[in-house]
Nanobody
Framework: QVQLVESGGGLVQPGGSLRLSCAASESIISLLSMGWYRQAPGKQRELVAGINRDYKTHYADSVQGRFTISRDNTKSTAYLQMNSLKPEDTAIYFC??????????????WGQGTQVTVSS
């Protein structure tokens, strides 16, 4: 089974940027859809962005125009570039891999998560 390891989280001021990385243990991710989800305290986990194996992307309305998801199959890695960060973006961010692009379902393989805190 693919293992996913996130990195790149941290503390950033409002308006700042961060880039999250998700490294997969196997090159098979080239056949999979990759997604980024987040969970804020007291809230359910929600989709942030997804990218399928054909590089088609999907974004939550709350991050559209500020976040960009990408993938580099040669490095078995997915990325989430986050710009113009807001305090409400504070959450644990999880990487996910799956066969389908039904982003509403809690399926597939999950990383352990990386904390993103947006605060002055």
């Amino acid at each position: 089974q693919v293992q996913l390891v996130e990195s790149g989280g941290g503390l950033v001021q409002p308006g700042g940027s961060l880039r999250l990385s998700c490294a997969a243990s196997e090159s098979i991710i080239s056949l999979l859809s990759m997604g980024w989800y987040r969970q804020a305290p007291g809230k359910q986990r929600e989709l942030v962005a997804g990218i399928n194996r054909d590089y088609k992307t999907h974004y939550a309305d709350s991050v559209q125009g500020r976040f960009t998801i990408s993938r580099d199959n040669t490095k078995s890695t997915a990325y989430l570039q986050m710009n113009s960060l807001k305090p409400e973006d504070t959450a644990i961010y999880f990487c996910n891999s799956r066969l389908s692009t039904n982003w509403d379902q809690e399926i597939g393989t999950w990383g352990q998560g990386t904390q993103v805190t947006v605060s002055s």
